[in-house]
DNA sequence: CCTCTTCATGAAAACGATCCCGCAAACACT
DNA sequence: AGTGTTTGCGGGATCGTTTTCATGAAGAGG
């Protein structure tokens, strides 16, 4: 059915190894044999065999992605931009989902890693033993995980989480809330405390409850009966529930209390009021764990860690304290 | 590296045939050797090289997901559901999104084709020529397209609409609009006028223009300024901005105008108010448009057409018509 | 003119599975 | 007992590439 190699062969006259090394080291052959080949393919309409490629070369052309929960709106654009910057490298990217269960994830890698040269391994919660068996194995990126030695890309929220503080000191607040979602220790939390702390802001922490966006319906009831004037949450989608239920509870935002999310989703740009956030840009993040992926793969990765920032997007959702 | 038939063979102190039948034919073989065969694969760790497997058998075990747009929060669940169902039916599933752009359509699908054992294309933008090609080359079903003789998936959103009508109609409204934001002849547009005209609601139709935020709040500036007490958009996005519009004018949503989106994304569960939706089950749609293909692949399904439907889903932005 | 490289090409061996054949043993039937 | 049928298993061809090795021609250098 499909048109083979052999066949390119013989319709330009010559070795099966002559049109392999056409496509794959165009310049071990003569020119004019190139053309030939080149012709002859075009004209049948060759490409070649992936599976066959596999196989023989061991390498597949594949990046795996194992992601929490494709159906967060975090990961879509990073799925995207990782699928668009893998293509042009020559790959392709074979995204799957763990559905936040510690059990699929295991064969979710399982079922993924047999396809791909790589694993790009998102916010993994698998124990740090099993990673490193893991790392052994096959290249593997772990993106906000530590493991010594094994490729990191390590997402600070550090800078927009002070820019935030900022802002937020700036507009006269002093009493701020925090809402965790998130339980364990490797959390978004930490580095909050830290910051706020250091800017002189105080900070009530609740929590821990799941990233959800009932959460940030509790919590805006818990917020509306208190003294502060400024909420941080988890992620947009909690914010978003915060911002739902002042709305009901008729607490206004800005004016009564601000709100600020993260990850700048497109949830937070078409919510009401928009909504401030903390961005972690998409692109870089997937071009640089594609990149790392890459380099480690072709053994110049190997245990590297790599950095992406993050930064304030100020929007509607935020204004000056009260009083 | 990797362990392959091989070495489980020698383990077992069985042939290759034996241990390959053992995966593929398990009733082929003896209850004791099919154990023995068993152990040892499971001590050595050995699973079949997919590779290898799909070069000899001609089946890669994957299915290609064509999409317009993954970043567009309408399909990251139904990604997530089809793949769920693939697995459970031995398969995977291979997404790739086209931008939107005719032309990396052709090549999305060209880099894609090789490595799935067939298509599940999406809106797809080609021409009906080009497709049928398609189809004839591999198993492809076709969601939201009519190509005759080709397998289809059709998303039926005619009892969600008029659902909708009669919601509308039950609050008192009578003059309605919808905002169209999508070029051609397939579309939400021609359904929905057939269904209000009706259910005898006047419906003024405003484009169109591109399905993005941005569309509704421009959209919302007309409807307040004009008589009309309800909005139904082309979908969830721009209904999001109508919403923003309307809340950014002072226009009370639902006391002075309804409003209605399409997709049950989860920015309508979220929003301020949270919006009535004509939902489109992701599981169904996706569970569907898997089990055809796969029924195609089988020589099954061979041109038959699939119908998903829809449903209301009344949330706050709608309400009693004023006065 | 002869030797020594370089270069373009072809032949053939992998890669790891599947699956068609064929063989032998076990069983059933006359 | 002899013949036919079933059953379980092994041998080996095969899928479409890449890649190593060999070969012969062309070019370089003395």
């Not at 099966?16 to 053309?35: I, M, N």
């Not at 196989?55 to 699928?83: C, E, H, V, W, Y």
């Not at 004037?229 to 992620?235: C, E």
């Not at 890459?294 to 930064?311: H, K, L, M, N």
Request: glycine content about 8%; aromatic content about 4%.
């Amino acid at each position: 059915m499909a048109v083979t190699i052999k066949q390119v062969a013989s319709a330009a006259g010559v070795s099966v190894s002559t049109v392999s090394r056409a496509f794959t080291a165009p310049d071990q052959v003569q020119p004019q044999t190139l053309q030939r080949v080149r012709e002859a393919a075009a004209a049948l309409g060759y490409s070649p065999n992936p599976a066959a490629r596999s196989l023989r070369g061991g390498r597949t052309g594949s990046l795996g992605l194992i992601i929490p929960d494709i159906a967060n709106p975090f990961f879509p654009p990073i799925f995207k931009a990782m699928q668009a910057r893998a293509r042009r490298l020559g790959y392709t990217v074979l995204a799957a989902d763990t559905d936040e269960r510690e059990y699929d994830e295991l064969e979710t890698i399982a079922a993924v890693s047999k396809q791909v040269d790589g694993l790009i391994l998102w916010a993994s919660t698998l124990p740090e033993e099993r990673l490193r068996e893991l790392g052994a194995e096959m290249p593997t990126v772990l993106v906000n995980r530590h493991v010594e030695g094994m490729a990191e890309l390590r997402i600070s929220l550090a800078q927009g989480i002070a820019q935030a503080a900022e802002h937020l000191k700036a507009y006269g607040h002093t009493r701020c809330v925090f809402v965790n979602a998130e339980h364990g220790e490797h959390g978004r939390g930490k580095s909050i405390r830290e910051v706020f702390e250091a800017h002189d802001l105080s900070l009530t922490e609740l929590g821990p409850y799941d990233p959800r966006f009932e959460t940030g319906l509790h919590a805006a009831t818990l917020v509306a009966a208190g003294e502060a004037t400024a909420v941080l949450a988890h992620n947009d989608l909690v914010a978003l529930g915060v911002l739902h239920q002042f709305a009901k509870l008729g607490v206004g935002v800005p004016d009564r209390v601000s709100v600020i999310g993260i990850d700048d989703t497109l949830l937070a740009a078409t919510s009401t009021p928009s909504l401030t956030t903390i961005r972690i840009s998409a692109d870089e993040v997937a071009t640089a764990a594609a990149d790392l992926l890459i380099d480690t793969i072709a053994g110049r990765g190997e245990g590297r860690v790599a950095g992406i920032g993050s930064r304030l997007i100020p929007r509607a959702s935020t204004g000056p304290a009260p009083g």
